[in-house]
Every structure is written in C-alpha cells, then in structure tokens.
C-alpha cells in the first residue's frame, strides 16, 4: 500500500497527514489489542471501551448524503514503512515535507483515536458496498512495542480523549442540521416575538444573570423545551399516521426528517408558543414592556419574580402542559387558560423552598420533578398516579421541612376546579 502524505513534527511526534479509503481502513487497521498493555484484564478494557455507539456512525454513513469524519488517529508499528519524499519547489521555494508512505503489507496499524469511526466504517461497507471508495483523513504515528514505546501510546491515547469534549447545548443549537429541535429553535429566534428582539440570553449556560433585566429565558432551555414540544409532536404523529415510526427519540435528533416533517413540527411548535402568549397573562404584560428592563419584576431578587421567567420553572411548565395534555386529552389552549390562574410568584405556596429560598434570595436547584408534579396537581389531582402523589408528598414535605403528617402536607396547596 503506498499513500500520499505530509510529514509533520509536533513535540515529540512525527506524524504522516495522509487519506485511506474505506476498505482499505476495512483491510488494515485492526482492533487494539496487546499495543497498549501486556496484561489482558487491562486489555479487556480497552476492548470494552468501544460500545454500540459504532452502530450509530454505521447509520450516519448509510443515511447521511453530507458525512464527514475528522481525522483518525493511526498508530503503526512492525513491517518495514518507508517515507518516499518528493521535493516540490513552487515559487523559488522548495517544499521537503510531502510525499509518500510505502506499507510493505508486515505493518499492524491500530486507531489512538477514532475507534468507534473504524468500527462503524467497517460495519457500514458491508451492508452498502459502494461506500467502500470513499475515504476519510488520517494521521499515521509510529509505535513502539517496548515498554517506553506503550507508555507514550498511552499517554497520547488518554490526551486524545481527555481533551475530546462533547458537543455543548448551544452549539447545537447554533450549528446542527440534523437535530429538528435546533433547527426550530433558530427559526424561533428570527421570527417568533417572544424570542426575538434580545428576549433570549445566547449563553452557555441555562442560568441567567441577575444583571440581565431583560431575557425571559435562555437558549438552552428554550431548545430544551423545544424538545418536549418535539417528543409530544411524534408522539401525536404516530397516533395519527400509523406508518410512521422512529427507533427513538435520540437517533432521531441525529437525522435531519423530510421537509414535510419539519414544517409539520415548525407549524406546531410556532402554535403552541403563540398560544403560550395569549393564555397567560403574565407573558402579555411582559410583552408589552418595551423597555431594556421588562422582566426586571418577573426576575428579580425581592420576591424570586415568577416561575416562568427562571430557566428552572420554564422547562417543567412545559412539561406539565405536555403531560396533563397526554393523559387528560385537554387541549393546550384550554390547560394554559386554567394554569394561568394558578400563583406562580416564587416567593408564595408552593413555590417557596421548592424553587425559591427566601432567607438568601436566591433560587433553588433540582427540583425539576417536584415542580412538575406540583403544577400538575394544582391543575388536577386525578391527572397525577397514585405513585406520583406520593413522590409528590415525601417530596415536598421534604423540600418545606414539614414536621406533620405527610398525608396532610398538601392541604394549604390551592388548586383549580375542572
């Protein structure tokens, strides 16, 4: 096998630039075996490190008209591999750093970086020969099987993946084509006024900071809301269309849908907070503050401000509505009408101790469930199981540090009539 390559220094690395085809990725790169470690216990767990994830790269391959992998990271040793350079001179100036790799066949190649990409590639040829042309970048290092040579192996393979982070919430948001929720959640932002005009914080994070006056809520909760709304629209859709399925609810986020389905969800999505804005009053008066500080007395450090407008109430409030909805079979329009009549001032029953620590002014994390339920159950208890209820109790009783009898603890708790 003979490649074309950059030959490269980094460190203590020389390393190859250089492209394999998918079946030449099949023919020659092998799974680690004992590369790394001479023990096969610590073997073993490397083997087991390498989990079905693969099966879903296999399906990106076989679905995904745009693939594209970064590059692999190829650690070769034995055999005889010999660097062929090619002075290029361009401009008065020589180039010695291009070329070729000679594989003489002896050579065991195994991935530092990118197995489950080996693995998924290897999986996919087999079920769509043509994919076998196609090729994918690689950077070859060169591997010792000494005790130092593993040593530094290792060092670069836990470097690699250390420092390998995870896609954050709002990169996908601002960037995935695939992931319906995101794509809705820009749309939001271009064209919905409840998100547009410096509504929402485009941050990192889902908190808001006390110095914004501004936001109702943040990105990253409105993309996770979004993917409640997500989750109830397939489930509507199923029911509706019993030739439509999904695997589930993940994969399909991985996979951008037909346009048909896009504008479907886009539609309900754009309904339902056009809904949210016109049955809940607390949403209008914000609405019709044009000011730089128009949430300033819904967020705010003297009573909490309304749960609404905290990223940690918003979400199960949309929950709720979805769950209610579900098991009731009462419209949206009809639930938000009834919600609105509940007390959503943070510094009030329930709110206080749940979501709101009135003594330092401050929010109260992790209580997603609890809020849920509690709104619920406000709505109406019979929408709740028997189960629930019980959560329901031990779990505000605990949360209010209530000292009587815990069949007793949501007695003060108003709620609505049907």
């Known amino acids: ?17 250089s492209y394999l085809s998918f079946e030449q990725v099949n023919q ?48 070769v040793y034995d055999g005889d591999p010999k660097w062929v350079e090619v002075e290029l001179r361009f401009k008065n100036e020589e180039f010695f750093n291009m070329g070729f790799l000679e594989f003489t066949g002896g050579e065991k190649i195994f991935p530092v970086d990118g197995q489950h990409r080996v693995e998924g590639i290897k999986s996919a040829i087999k ?6 042309s196609e ?32 896609v ?21 932002l271009e064209r919905h006024e409840l998100f547009s005009n410096g509504r929402i914080v485009k941050a990192k994070q889902k908190a808001i900071q ?3 006056k501004k936001s109702f809520t943040s990105i990253i909760t409105l993309y996770q809301c979004n993917r409640e709304l997500l989750k109830n629209y397939l489930r509507k859709k199923k029911i509706e269309d019993n030739n439509f399925k999904i695997k589930s609810f993940k994969k399909f986020l991985k996979f951008r849908p037909s346009q048909e389905i896009i504008l479907e969800y886009s539609d309900y999505v754009f309904n339902f907070w056009d809904e949210f804005i016109h049955n809940m009053s607390v949403i209008k008066a914000y609405l019709s503050d044009d000011s730089l500080e128009s949430a300033k007395k819904f967020r705010n450090k003297t009573d909490g401000g309304n749960v609404l407008f905290r990223p940690v109430g918003l979400f199960p409030f949309i929950q709720s509505i979805l769950t209610i909805e579900k098991r009731s079979g009462d419209s949206t329009m009809h639930i938000l009408k009834k919600l609105n009549k509940i007390d959503l001032t943070l510094s009030n029953v329930p709110w206080l101790y749940v979501l709101w620590n009135s003594e330092e002014s401050k929010m109260i994390m992790g209580s997603n469930e609890l809020v849920k339920m509690l ?12 189960s629930e209820l019980k959560k329901l ?7 209010t540090a209530y000292s009587g009898k815990v069949n007793n603890v949501l007695r003060k708790i108003p709620t609505l009539t049907k």
């Not at 079920?127 to 076998?132: A, I, V």
């Not at 619920?376 to 199981?385: E, P, R």
């Open 1 to 17: 096998m003979k490649v074309p390559a950059l030959r490269v220094k980094m460190g203590i690395w020389n390393y190859y630039i």
């Open 28 to 75: 020659y790169v092998k799974k680690i075996d004992d590369e790394l470690h001479k023990s096969e216990t610590l073997r073993e767990l490397i083997q087991r490190s390498i989990t079905n994830n693969y099966v879903d790269i296999k399906e990106y391959l076989l679905t995904q008209e745009e693939r594209f992998f970064n590059a692999l990271v190829l650690a």
């Open 127 to 132: 079920d769509k020969n043509t994919l076998k």
């Open 135 to 166: 090729k994918v970048a690689v950077i070859f290092i060169s591997h010792r099987r000494n005790t130092a040579g593993m040593e530094r192996s290792r060092r670069l393979f836990t470097t690699l993946n250390r420092y390998a982070k995870p």
């Open 168 to 188: 954050t919430w709002d990169d996908i948001v601002a960037l995935d084509e695939d992931d319906s929720a995101a794509i809705i959640t820009r749309n939001l």
């Open 210 to 212: 006390e110095t914004d």
């Open 375 to 386: 709104l619920i159950y406000q709505y109406d208890k019979t929408v709740l199981s028997a």
């Open 393 to 399: 109790k031990h779990g505000y009783a605990s949360k």
